[in-house]
């Protein structure tokens, strides 16, 4: 994969300064899994005292879209990406460090040879699962990611 994790960093800074500020951090990558971790924090709680819906959302969003954005990069093609679903299942109180860790890398890189290969969209389902400091699981994020190959400008 040819995303490191400061590059990624970085990026979020600049187009994601809420992922930023909230302290959402890629803490690895490779061409098969991506994890993303986020602490429980006054700027990141809700009412009850637990990690906002929102922000495990975008922890889990950011470990399937780094991926897909470091298989684009390394097709080395202009490729579109956009969501366009996501589904989200909760199971337990999420306090403490949260990692949302996504195993979908071999699925993404089919999808985009695909794409490249038919000239069409194509979409794929990528499942992010979070865990606490403890290993149990609180949330499970599903997104489907829409890819497809821009023409070329002129």
Known sequence: MSLSIRKITFF????????????IRVKSIDHQSCSVAVRHRWITQNPFKSLFWAVQGMA???STGAMVMSCIRASKKNVSMLVANNKATFYKKATGKITFTCNDGKLIEQTIKDALLSGEGKTCWMK???FNEDGILVSVFEFEWTLKVKPPSS
């Open 128 to 130: 992010s699962e979070g």
């Open 12 to 23: 979020t800074f600049l187009k994601l300064p809420s992922v930023f500020w909230l302290g």
């Open 60 to 62: 889990a969003e950011l």
